[in-house]
């Protein structure tokens, strides 16, 4: 079992940043991949970025270049969100996967940006 807390969103300014963090607690030495994911209203929630336990990086195309995904201590995990745009208005999803146990969900953080 994994619990995921999301931290960090809030309203910031187009061309802002945002620094969201998740913390994994339970059964933290299962989890393979990390990630965050994105949903705004009406729209269908799509992957941000993904952190393997190598530390090997991989990001959706929209971010790439402004985001980055990181981890320490092997329970929290950490977006850097540069150069914010209006688009990028959603609620942001942490996510844990484990081959043997599957995913996991946090319960989101909102980050809005609007001038």
């Known amino acids: 079992q994994v619990q995921l807390v999301e931290s960090g969103g809030g309203l910031v300014q187009p061309g802002g940043s945002l620094r969201l963090s998740c913390a994994a607690s339970?059964?933290?030495?299962?989890?393979?991949?990390m990630g965050w994911y994105r949903q705004a209203p009406g729209k269908e929630r799509s992957l941000v970025a993904t952190?393997?336990?190598?530390?090997?990086t991989n990001y959706a195309d929209s971010v790439k270049g402004r985001f980055t995904i990181s981890r320490d201590n092997g329970k929290t995990v950490y977006l850097q969100m540069n150069s914010l745009k209006s688009e990028d208005t959603a609620v942001y999803y942490c996510?844990?996967?484990?081959?043997?146990?599957?995913?996991?969900w946090g319960q989101g953080t909102q980050v809005t940006v609007s001038s």
């Open positions: 996510s844990a996967f484990s081959y043997r146990f599957g995913n996991y």
């Open positions: 339970g059964s933290i030495f299962s989890i393979d991949i």
């Open positions: 952190i393997n336990s190598g530390s090997s």
